[in-house]
């Protein structure tokens, strides 16, 4: 399973901004897809998550109403809308992908729940 995230971008605080990740190789054996974020001086930190089956979403509660997490029907692309953002949310964004067995909920903002990682892409939010 390979993933790809869009190029990075800097935009305004308050803009808004979608980053996909596309998803290739062995990607009917996923189970689901994240997005994780790290933060300048931060350790990685588990931002929302879809399943590839069942549209099941999570999100962490510092992203909750201001982001969203999609995917396509052909389960090659998963999205992450961003609102609003914030000066905070400058980081760089990873998606990864969780293959089985099924991760259990209190594991889905776990880093070694997922096995297969893009590189990530810089997103900078200037105030």
């Known amino acids: 399973v390979h993933l790809f995230e869009s190029v990075g971008v800097l935009v305004q605080a308050v803009d808004s901004l979608r980053l996909s990740c596309v998803v290739s190789?062995?990607?009917?054996?996923?189970?689901?897809v994240a997005w994780f974020r790290q933060g300048p001086g931060k350790e990685r930190a588990y931002v929302a998550r879809?399943?590839?089956?069942?549209?099941?979403?999570y999100y962490a509660t510092s992203v909750m109403g201001r982001f969203t997490i999609s995917r396509d029907n052909a389960k090659t692309t998963v999205y992450l809308h961003m609102n609003s953002l914030k000066a905070k949310d400058t980081a760089v964004y990873y998606c990864a992908a969780d293959l089985p067995p099924r991760a259990i909920l209190s594991n889905f903002g776990s880093e070694s729940t997922y096995e297969y990682w893009g590189r990530g892409t810089q997103v900078t939010v200037s105030t």
């Open positions: 190789g062995d990607r009917y054996n996923v189970q689901a």
């Open positions: 879809i399943t590839w089956i069942g549209f099941n979403i």
